[in-house]
T-cell receptor, first 113, second 114 residues
Framework: KQEVTQIPAALSVPEGENLVLNCSFT??????LQWFRQDPGKGLTSLLL?????REQTSGRLNASLDKSSGRSTLYIAASQPGDSATYLC????????????FGQGTTLQVKP | EPEVTQTPSHQVTQMGQEVILRCVPI?????FYWYRQILGQKVEFLVS????????KSEIFDDQFSVERPDGSNFTLKIRSTKLEDSAMYFC????????????FGPGTRLTVL
């Protein structure tokens, strides 16, 4: 059974810092891995999707890496801004090819002006 | 930009009542999902649906739950006899294809069972 862990659980930083959010998963047989952002009381916004054959994916100030064999992914946020404050969720998709995402608990980020 | 929509945004019901949560996925998407998030807990997978059939369901998705695509645009989740522990935020999601595509989530329906 896939278990997803995200570290740290919470992070508070001043504006402008570069950040690394960590995600680990127990079953390396995954199709892909998605990173989402969740604002309080809101839905999930997809940030990046990394296919299992890829090592990393970039979108603007965000860069996600995937090391499938070791069961790890990181989300790198460059030059953080107050608008980045949110909970970041990691969700690998299992090998059953049904689209089932297993979510971690998330990292809650606060970027202070 | 196309988006997944969900209605209602908040549903309050009495224990034992039936509820239907509605979703309109993105129009060219073929794969549909329901997830739920109990307050303060992880987002949990409930069910995936393709070609009018359930592709996979979780242990949570027991006989009290059902899904349906009643027409070409809506995707519904029905809970037959709600329990207190069904109180949660329910998210609908859709994707163009499975296993390689981004899932797009709706804003959620907050279900409160009294």
């Amino acid at each position: 059974k896939q278990e997803v862990t995200q570290i740290p659980a919470a992070l508070s930083v001043p504006e402008g810092e570069n950040l690394v959010l960590n995600c680990s998963f127990t079953d390396s047989a995954i199709y892909n891995l998605q990173w989402f952002r969740q604002d309080p009381g809101k839905g999930l916004t997809s940030l990046l999707l990394i296919q299992s054959s890829q090592r990393e994916q970039t979108s603007g100030r965000l860069n996600a890496s995937l090391d499938k064999s070791s069961g790890r992914s990181t989300l790198y946020i460059a030059a953080s801004q107050p608008g980045d404050s949110a909970t970041y969720l990691c969700a690998p998709e299992g090998s059953s090819n049904t689209g089932k995402l297993i979510f971690g608990q998330g990292t809650t980020l606060q970027v202070k002006p | 930009e196309p988006e997944v929509t969900q209605t209602p945004s908040h549903q309050v019901t009495q224990m034992g009542q039936e509820v239907i949560l509605r979703c309109v996925p993105i129009s060219n998407h073929l794969y549909f999902y329901w997830y739920r998030q109990i307050l303060g807990q992880k987002v949990e997978f409930l069910v995936s649906f393709y070609n009018n059939e359930i592709s996979e369901k979780s242990e949570i998705f027991d006989d009290q739950f059902s899904v349906e695509r009643p027409d070409g645009s809506n995707f519904t989740l029905k809970i037959r006899s709600t329990k207190l522990e069904d109180s949660a935020m329910y998210f609908c999601a859709s994707s163009e294809s499975v296993a390689s595509d981004t899932q797009y989530f709706g804003p959620g329906t907050r279900l409160t069972v009294l």
